[in-house]
């Protein structure tokens, strides 16, 4: 069973051309997160299982690169904290749905004032 690396994120990403895009585990870092939403600016859904390495720097750069994003999952992210959820809300400006298993009031508070056309329900 071969792993996927960040070197291999990397690569995936350097076509530019993805649209939909589905990661998962360890290997997903703050640096392949960069990567992809840079590199991928076609990006309209986006789903990320198990990405414990990926932190504020990584969903910043969600938020900040990923225009076209419409559709974005996030599961068992144990490092999505507020200060990440903000910089998804404040940015992805074509986010129509966003899937979260775990959110703190102060969230889900931020994201029913600032964005009302959000659809976010619980995973």
């Not at 895009?21 to 392949?32: H, I, K, Q, R, Y």
């Not at 994003?69 to 400006?93: F, I, P, S, T």
């Amino acid at each position: 069973m071969c792993k996927l690396t960040t070197e291999g994120i990397k690569a995936i990403a350097s076509g530019g051309g993805i649209e939909s895009l589905s990661l998962s585990g360890n290997a997903v870092d703050n640096e392949a997160v960069i990567t992809i939403s840079k590199g991928c600016s076609l990006l309209k859904s986006l789903q990320l299982k198990s990405c414990h390495e990926v932190q504020l720097k990584g969903w910043k750069a969600i938020g900040l690169y990923c225009r076209n994003l419409v559709d974005l999952h996030v599961a068992e992210c144990r490092n999505l904290c507020d200060q990440g959820l903000k910089a998804l809300c404040y940015g992805c400006n074509k986010l129509c749905y966003l899937f979260v298993d775990s959110w703190s009031d102060s969230a889900l508070k931020l994201f029913q004032r600032e964005r009302p056309d959000v659809l976010y329900p619980m995973l």
